[in-house]
């Protein structure tokens, strides 16, 4: 599928440039993409990725990515049947999918990849991805947005009077782009080609894999300080005193009160800045309390994180530019003009084919398109309002799939490419009509 997927974009962009006589524009968009991939995500992303992994080291090491995992194991089960509970994957994964839901993406990626280097330890076939990874990836193209952090800030610059409004749409659209997704990959894993058994054999001795390094060593049942529990109290309560005059203004400054989305807007983006900050101070105390050596092993799972990073960036750049290929070629405008007569047809707004066929492939690209029609038709416009949701609630599929399967090497993605553009086209018609119920 990716084989073929990739050599579709570099063909038919040249083919296209070809017609329109862009060469020069795709020879720029090729090399500049080649460039981007390396020092504006891969270099970032390894700070990012060094600083995420050695914290998970300690919360793994201590137990406490163990104990959050147990909250919502009957759910994990159903989802990633073919992990054992007790794996470190399971914790990882509650992680990435919090700090998705918390629109806090430069703490979901590093995660996210461990998670995947996890589940890959139970791979029986290097390099073809797993039905747990695959499960993974679309729940990771279709998260739960309860904050989407970017589309309320460009709808704030331009001058919205109500920028957090696409809070309820944007909920809607992603929850059902997120069931779409859940009930897709687990229909097309057992569909002729995407059967796991008939690509790879039998996966069955992942239930035979051991348990994380913490139960293993001990490590997660070491008694805990006396002071620990008092400290992590202090700690919680600093945060809850920064916490509750930003979430809940009404109660403190004596502001009006606001509408149910206003409200919960107001608590999940007083929620955001406080996480990481929380975490990176919450993981090492209680680390400490366990009588884990907190430096020495912050060193040894940020060592990984550059690894990683630097083992994804031949995917990144292969995808990357053959995105820019396509898209610097005018492949994009002219799939436009053939689909608007069938769109207005429909009565779908022609104005939003921009950001559907832009956002699967480049996150910068639908950020762009996204400012300029909040420029072009006004911030509080209905349209407007369907773009920002769109942009939130939908992921840059084809990134996410280079990133997440290029940090383990997987090259036969299965049935991820079709389910994560599935859930795409569901968020989209939710969106539009999430917002045409909310804003009409």
Not at 218 to 236: E, F, N, S, Y
Not at 284 to 290: D, Q
Request: with cysteine.
């Amino acid at each position: 599928m990716l084989n073929l997927i990739w050599l579709g974009l570099l063909l038919i962009g040249v083919l296209v440039a070809g017609i329109t006589g862009q060469f020069s524009a795709v020879n720029q968009g090729a090399l500049n993409a080649a460039r981007s991939a390396v020092m504006d995500v891969a270099l970032p992303l390894s700070g990012a990725m060094t600083l995420w992994l050695g914290m998970m080291r300690l919360a793994e090491k201590a137990g406490l990515v163990q104990q959050l995992a147990r909250f919502i194991r009957p759910i994990l089960i159903r989802l990633f049947s073919d992990v054992p509970p007790e794996h470190p994957a399971m914790g990882s994964i509650v992680m990435n999918m919090a700090a998705n839901m918390l629109g806090v993406s430069n703490a979901a990626t590093p995660l996210g990849l461990r998670a995947m280097t996890q589940l890959n330890e139970l791979n029986t076939k290097q390099g073809v991805a797993t039905n747990a990874m695959c499960t993974f990836l679309a729940i990771n193209t279709s998260s739960i947005q309860l904050i989407p952090a970017t589309a309320i800030n460009i709808l704030a610059i331009n001058g919205s009077k109500n920028p957090t409004s696409i809070v309820g749409s944007t909920l809607i659209a992603t929850f059902f782009a997120t069931l779409s997704a859940i009930a897709t990959v687990k229909l097309l894993q057992r569909l002729g080609p995407f059967r796991w058994e008939r690509q790879t054999g039998l996966s069955t001795v992942t239930n035979a894999t051991p348990v994380s390094e913490a139960t293993e060593t001990g490590a997660g049942h070491r008694p805990m300080a006396p002071w620990c529990p008092w400290a992590l109290a202090a700690l919680t309560l600093f945060f809850l005193f920064l916490f509750f005059p930003n979430a809940f203004p009404y109660w403190f400054r004596g502001d009006a009160v606001p509408g149910f989305l206003q409200a919960v807007a107001l608590f999940f983006n007083a929620l955001s800045p406080l996480a990481i900050p929380f975490l990176l101070t919450f993981f090492p105390l209680y680390a400490a309390g366990r009588g884990i050596p907190i430096y020495s092993e912050f060193i040894e799972g940020a060592k990984e994180g550059f690894v990683i990073a630097v083992r994804i960036i031949p995917y990144l750049v292969g995808m990357l530019v053959a995105i820019a290929v396509f898209r610097d070629s005018g492949t994009l405008a002219l799939l436009q003009n053939l689909l608007n007569p069938v769109l207005s047809w429909i009565q779908f707004p022609p104005s939003l084919l921009p950001m559907v066929l832009i956002r699967p492939l480049s996150g910068s690209g639908s950020t762009a398109v996204l400012s300029d029609l909040v420029k072009q038709l006004g911030p509080d416009n209905v349209l407007s309002y369907m773009a920002a949701t769109i942009y939130g609630s939908a992921e840059t599929t084809f990134y996410v799939v280079a990133v997440y399967f290029g940090s383990v090497g997987i090259t036969k993605t299965r049935h991820a490419i079709p389910t994560g553009l599935f859930a795409d086209f569901v968020g989209v018609i939710a969106s539009v009509l999430a917002c045409r119920l909310l804003f009409r």
